[in-house]
């Protein structure tokens, strides 16, 4: 799924504040593998969002998206998806955590109010900047460069195999 | 997250401080941190690596996640000693797709030989404390949302996923921003009738599911000192719905005797002014509290809903069915009866706390009331396979009300105490518990 910045225009989806991590990933469907629970991603929100969501779309929220449970498949079932970057407000501490070191990008604005047009069109920039048309300026709080570094290792995963050292391995 | 050790030192600003010279204020979650960080002050702010010194995980966050990516990594447990393995979520099985799951965990502690294993035991949040795995001064972390429980026992813990587990679990530490402090000040008595579970409901419905964003809570005042430990356990345990990534109360007498340690121990508290928020709550005038449909934060007067028929009343979760919760369930039920066609389901937070409960006669009591008794674990609250039939009303001493999560999305979920939910049990709808004990 990487690289997660493009060169194309994608879909925003925009959702509202408190977006929790049971609407992402439904308690009922945990038992399964994320292929399954991804299917079920935010559909008591936007019904559509699993089917018609297309790799590098990217999420426009309200305050504090992804509230709730520590649990992961909430990043890893956008990921499944193909959802390249949230862009909210702010964002449910555990979620926030999880989102890094799954490689998902989260961008921290308190201007989503600027972004409200159903047509509007974004990218990543290989920056890890969002893009938009019609362009719009937007402020950002700025993301520490070891978070970045993650998303663009593809995770936490990617990173540890590159950077463990000998001892700790068998 | 070797390569950025030296960035993060870099960044820490360490600062030793000569003998007779005071460094600057330091919050207890301070000097928990700066402690698993090897330093002598952290400022808030402050990215450092932290060594932990214990790793928590259940059968869901953990082994079936784990097992596949150590594999991948072929990487090895830094210290088993310092992991505890819970299984509750999916125990007792339900499914096949359970049983796989509780396989792959049994099957992953017996090939690794983990030292701490708590098989169906109850849920994690109360199996580990009760096993003195958590003390006051240690740096926790928990693959699950509600482990800033631990934060009632003087430590610093708190919640990752799987991923970030597998990080801790492969190296032993652990990246973190270090937090504000937010002291939540409770003056007063408590009322009869009122418990933890309230002063939290209300806090939440004052600040908000996120309104500690991601800082540090810590609970202070006459009223949070004369707590239990396990009502404290579930104040620290509700921090997660005000977004907080802990919530702590300093050890004292009670914590120390409730861990069996011994009385010389210095108490590790909070430095005057080291607070950067502080609120201040009277718990005299506080009254029982309800949250409505579909958060934990949707704080209505119960004299509002006192015509909301329920279909069932749920005292389950680790946050609500520990001893005390069922001791304030049976206060309110002991030799009275349940209204017809309402269940009652009472799920022990622990084989311990059913123990006890049954060693009081409480259980009995709840038993006569009409109460049926469902197995020890995360059960219906967790929402692992849906609980409660369509459009059904539910009054439960849980931790979340988000839509959907305890059945479909037309259940109707009532957050409130055991005495709260019991009390409604009785009359057949939502009642105020001073009500009904008299």
Redesign the interface.
């Known amino acids: 799924m990487n690289p997660q910045w493009q060169e194309t225009w994608n879909k925003v989806w925009h959702v509202g504040d408190?977006v929790?991590t049971?609407?992402l990933a439904?308690?009922?469907f945990?038992?399964?593998g994320i292929d399954v629970i991804a299917q079920h991603c935010l559909e008591?929100l936007l019904p559509h969002f699993a089917r018609d969501v297309k790799p590098g779309d990217i999420i426009v929220a309200g305050?504090?998206f992804g509230?709730?449970?520590?649990?992961?498949q909430a990043?890893a079932a956008l990921r499944h998806l193909g959802v390249a970057a949230v862009i909210a407000p702010?964002y449910?501490?555990?979620f926030?955590?999880?989102a890094f070191?799954?490689g998902l990008l989260l961008i921290t604005s308190p201007d989503t109010g600027l972004l409200q047009n159903q047509e509007l069109l974004a990218r990543i920039s290989p920056g890890l900047e969002p893009v938009f048309m019609p362009e719009k300026k937007v402020k950002k709080a700025p993301t520490?460069?070891?978070l970045l570094d993650l998303v663009r290792a593809g995770?936490?995963?990617n990173?540890?195999?590159h950077?463990?050292?000998p001892k700790?391995?068998? | 997250m070797t390569q950025h050790e030296d960035e993060n030192a870099l960044s820490m600003g360490i600062q030793p401080y000569a003998e007779g010279e005071r460094g600057p204020a330091q919050s207890l979650a301070q000097k928990l941190i700066a402690r698993a960080a090897g330093l002598t002050s952290v400022a808030v702010g402050d990215i450092v690596t932290c060594q932990v010194d214990l790793a928590m995980f259940h059968d869901s966050s953990g082994p079936r996640r784990l097992k596949p990516m150590l594999e991948e990594l072929n990487a090895e447990i830094w210290d088993k000693s310092k992991v505890v393995l819970v299984m509750d979520h999916y125990v007792p099985e339900r499914d096949d797709a359970a049983r796989k799951i509780v396989k792959i965990a049994r099957d992953w502690a017996r090939e690794q030989d983990l030292p701490h294993v708590y098989d169906s035991q109850g849920i994690c949040h109360v199996v580990v404390p009760r096993h003195g795995h958590i003390q006051p001064g240690m740096f926790c972390v928990g693959g699950d949302s509600h482990s800033p429980t631990g934060g009632a026992f003087g430590a610093y813990m708190f919640g990752i996923g799987s991923t970030e587990m597998l990080g801790v679990v492969v190296t032993g530490k652990i990246w973190l921003r270090v937090p504000q402090t937010i002291a939540m000040n409770w003056s007063g008595h408590l009322s009869a009738g009122v418990c933890a579970k309230d002063m939290m409901l209300a806090m939440i419905a004052h600040f908000g599911m996120n309104g500690a964003n991601y800082q540090a809570v810590e609970f202070v005042g006459d009223a949070v000192t004369a707590l239990s430990m396990q009502e404290r356990m579930t104040l620290c345990n509700m921090s997660a719905e005000l977004g907080a990534q802990t919530g702590l109360i300093a050890a004292d007498r009670s914590t120390r005797q409730w861990l069996k340690r011994p009385g010389d121990v210095a108490d590790q508290t909070s430095d005057t002014g080291s607070f950067d928020v502080e609120h201040h709550f009277d718990a005299s005038t506080l009254s029982p509290q309800l949250a409505a449909p579909h958060s934990p934060a949707n704080g209505v007067p119960i004299a509002d809903h006192s015509t909301t028929k329920i279909d069932v009343a749920y005292i389950g979760a680790c946050t609500g069915a520990k001893l005390d919760d069922l001791r304030f369930a049976a206060q309110v039920l002991n030799g009275k009866k349940i209204a017809s066609g309402v269940q009652l389901l009472v799920a022990p937070a622990s084989l311990q706390d059913l123990a006890e409960a049954k060693a009081e006669g409480i259980l009995q009591s709840l038993l006569d009331a009409g109460a049926t008794l469902l197995p020890s674990g995360c059960g219906a609250c967790a929402g692992y396979g849906s609980h409660f039939a369509d459009g059904q009303t539910i009054i439960s001493t849980t931790a979340r009300n988000f839509k959907g999560r305890m059945g479909p999305a037309s259940t109707q979920v009532y957050l409130a105490s055991s005495y709260t939910v019991a009390a409604s049990a009785m009359r057949g709808c939502i009642t105020d518990p001073r009500e009904v004990l008299m």
Request: avoid cysteine; charged fraction near 25%.
């Open positions: 408190d929790d049971d609407a439904p308690g009922a945990m038992q399964h008591n305050r504090n509230i709730g449970s520590s649990r992961e990043v702010s449910g501490g555990l926030f955590r999880n070191n799954l520490p460069d070891f995770g936490l995963v990173q540890l195999k950077s463990l050292k700790d391995q068998k």
